[in-house]
């Protein structure tokens, strides 16, 4: 079988750190058979999520949209820069919305459940915004998710990337590889069991 990734970056910053540390992930997937669809949340303004938005305008067609990108895949890799201890706004709003009723009147619940999913994170200080990765990832495991146990985040980020876009230091280059190939691993073993 073929893994569909869907890869999507808590930062929607042109230079963003945490997106170029998501190529490499994502390009090791890729040679382990995956397709990865990535996702830029500029690409999805959204309001904050209320319920009294939702009551008086619906679910936006922009999350629609997102709802089917997330049942056409089969695992999600994540990027979670860290703002203040903790993943982006942007970041937890868009899944919050996701989590949303579907097109069908199902809840957006299902899109998460079963879904296999692994996070990594990238800051310029010192933790690579670790704290932002384990908060998603306790998001994404009470939202259904299964994640996987290879975790990764890149501190001194501004320092780390080589002009061909892995990682100056080979031993994280390879850790960062490691998870895009995990990923790929576990969701097969998954879905052929
Ligand atoms: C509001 C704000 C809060 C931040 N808080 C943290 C933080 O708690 N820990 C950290 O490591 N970096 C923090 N940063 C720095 C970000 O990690 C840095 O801007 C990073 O490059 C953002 O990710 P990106 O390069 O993918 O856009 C913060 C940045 C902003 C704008």
């Known amino acids: 079988m073929t893994v569909k990734i869907l890869a999507f970056c808590g930062s929607s910053r042109r230079d963003s750190l945490n997106r170029k540390l998501l190529e490499i992930a994502a390009s090791a997937a890729r040679t382990d058979g995956a397709e990865v669809t990535f996702i830029t949340l500029a690409d999805f303004p959204l309001p904050i999520y209320d319920?009294?938005?939702e009551s008086a305008h619906g679910?936006?067609?922009r999350v629609r949209a997102l709802?089917?990108?997330f049942a056409r895949h089969d695992a999600l890799l994540v990027a979670s820069?860290?703002?203040?201890?903790g993943y982006t706004a942007v970041l937890k709003n868009m899944l919050d919305w996701v989590s949303r009723p579907t097109a069908t009147g199902s809840s957006g619940l299902t899109l998460f459940a079963g879904k296999v999913a692994a996070v990594v994170s990238a800051s310029p200080g010192p933790m690579g915004g670790i704290r932002a990765m384990l908060g998603m990832r306790g998001v994404l495991e009470k939202m259904g998710a299964i994640l996987i146990p290879q975790v990764f985040s890149l501190g001194s980020a501004h320092q780390a990337f080589a002009e061909n876009g892995g990682l100056v230091d080979e031993k994280a280059d390879a850790e960062v590889r490691r998870v895009g190939l995990g990923l790929?691993?576990?969701t097969k073993q998954l879905t052929t069991h």
């Open 51 to 53: 319920v009294d938005v």
């Open 59 to 61: 679910v936006p067609e």
């Open 67 to 69: 709802q089917e990108l």
């Open 81 to 85: 820069p860290e703002h203040n201890g």
């Open 184 to 186: 790929v691993g576990v």
